[in-house]
């Protein structure tokens, strides 16, 4: 067994050495790329990667803060990683970026092998084109900053894989799901087969993928779809009133370099489709950038990032162009030197011009260490800005009341200074900077303050209310609540 194992592992390596070898410029851009992720998770740290970490600590680490809200799988890869510390945090990363890798080398390949082994190029440049494509200034710059993005992007990038060459590929639209949960809307695409067998399989395959997180969640809250409700209510329906105006500027933004490019291919494909029997293809990529548009459109809060998925069809209908209209043109060494160094300049312009332009999370570095300086880890803080200070606090709750009620109830409350709405009346300030306010009743130490607890429940009340109230316009309301108490318990 020993043997086999050996012979098994060697054989791996050398595989990997070979791919390495043959790939030289692919890997020197993973590498790069890789690099980017790393050096910006050092410089800044955001808000849901907080949460997820905190999520993390808590299923794995005796945590005392969850996010019902969130999606597992990030916080179980991080709970993983964490059990070297905090530098687990940049293990994650380089694990995604590998993943992301693979992911964008299996779709390459396969498209090489169906239709793009037509023109005059080899598969490991067309594997260098498309992962280079891939990798705009605006994936570089979003895929992990806030965690999850390029992680739901590469299972989905291996879903596709898997479902054009027609074999069961739903584990990988699961995966998916529990990584961003607007992914549900790539699930019609596994009934798109003529073999019913091979759908109800698939459909069984998620399900399977997905439902210790829905067990998970009926055990701990009473309802198998609490996570996403509550998802879909915190970023959807408590929002509906102050929606943001659709921005063409984060479409730009988005598309970036490619637009040109991206653009003329989607012409030629559409062009050339039926004459080439490519039309599939076409459909599906154009198909995904659409819905990543209508789903920015439909959600209030919009930011740009939401617009991360349009990085593939852009990539994809790159290529198109690239490999049609370069071919005789411009030879292929001086096409790829000046497509990397197009991309090294633009990318590295973007990502140090988005940092300069983002908050530091210095401030709440600064704010954790005056909270255990002044010895209040056991005390509950409260905070405008709670998510960020409890990753490095674990003690800090969100300030869903006004400040004087946190103070009366032995609270202290940490205010970063965005935040208007509060009096200082009657309290003791701990301590002040030109970013935050750190404040409590007067005489509050850490042995009469309120404690710190565990908190780690939904904030909607009745999720089968939340559910069956998206049927109402189709008069199914009370039909699709009652269905829903058959199984749930709120």
Excluded at 135 to 148: K, M, W
Excluded at 230 to 244: D, G, M, P, Q, V
Excluded at 371 to 398: A, E, G, M, Q
Aim: net charge positive; proline share 3%; glycine share 2%.
């Amino acid at each position: 067994m020993n043997l086999i194992f050996e012979k098994r592992f060697r054989n791996g390596f050398n595989d990997i050495v070979d791919f390495c070898k043959n790939n030289r410029a692919l890997i020197i851009i993973f590498f790069l790329s890789t690099f980017l992720f790393l050096y910006q998770h050092f410089e800044i740290l955001s808000w849901d990667f907080s949460a997820y970490v905190i999520n993390a600590k808590y299923l794995f680490y005796n945590g005392n803060y969850f996010e019902v809200l969130r999606p597992p799988l990030v916080p179980f890869l991080l709970g993983i990683f964490l059990i070297v510390g905090n530098i687990g945090e940049y293990f994650y990363i380089i694990f995604v970026s590998l993943l992301f890798l693979y992911s964008s080398v299996k779709l390459s390949d396969h498209l090489y092998d169906k239709y793009w082994h037509r023109y005059n190029f080899k598969k490991n440049e067309v594997r260098f084109l498309f992962f280079l494509l891939s990798c705009n200034p605006f994936l570089i710059y979003f895929g992990v900053l806030e965690g999850s993005e390029l992680l739901a992007l590469s299972f989905l990038e291996l879903f596709l894989v898997f479902w054009l060459k027609n074999k069961f590929s739903a584990y990988y639209l699961g995966l998916a799901v529990l990584t961003r949960y607007n992914y549900l809307a790539f699930l019609p695409l596994v009934f798109i087969n003529r073999d019913y067998k091979k759908v109800l399989k698939n459909l069984l395959l998620f399900v399977v993928i997905v439902s210790p997180w829905l067990i998970y969640n009926y055990l701990s809250w009473g309802n198998y779809f609490t996570s996403i409700v509550e998802s879909y209510n915190h970023n959807i329906l408590l929002r509906e009133n102050i929606a943001w105006p659709f921005s063409f500027k984060d479409i730009l933004y988005a598309t970036n370099i490619l637009i040109p490019f991206a653009l003329l291919g989607l012409v030629y494909s559409i062009v050339n489709a039926f004459k080439r029997q490519e039309i599939k293809y076409t459909l599906i990529f154009l198909a995904i950038a659409i819905f990543t548009i209508f789903d920015y459109y439909n959600t209030p809060f919009k930011i740009s990032r939401y617009l991360f998925n349009l990085s593939l069809p852009m990539a994809y209908f790159s290529m198109v162009f690239l490999l049609n209209f370069t071919k005789n043109i411009i030879s292929k060494k001086k096409l790829f030197f000046i497509i990397f160094l197009f991309w090294l300049l633009i990318t590295s312009f973007i990502v140090i011009w988005e940092y300069n332009n983002r908050f530091s999370d210095n401030m709440y570095k600064e704010a954790a260490n005056v909270i255990i300086d002044k010895d209040l880890l056991n005390c509950s803080i409260r905070s405008n800005h709670w998510v960020p200070v409890n990753y490095y606090t674990s003690n800090t709750y969100s300030l869903w009341m006004s400040p004087q009620e946190a103070i009366a109830n032995n609270e202290i409350v940490l205010i970063f200074k965005d935040y208007q709405n509060f009096s200082l009346d009657n309290t003791f300030i701990i301590d002040e900077t030109n970013s935050f306010i750190l404040f409590s009743r007067a005489n509050l130490t850490n042995q009469n303050c309120n404690r710190k607890f565990v908190y780690g429940r939904p904030d909607t009340n009745s999720i089968c209310g939340v559910i069956s109230e998206r049927f109402e316009k189709l008069k199914l309301k009370n039909v699709v609540e009652k269905v829903c108490f058959l199984f749930n318990k709120k």
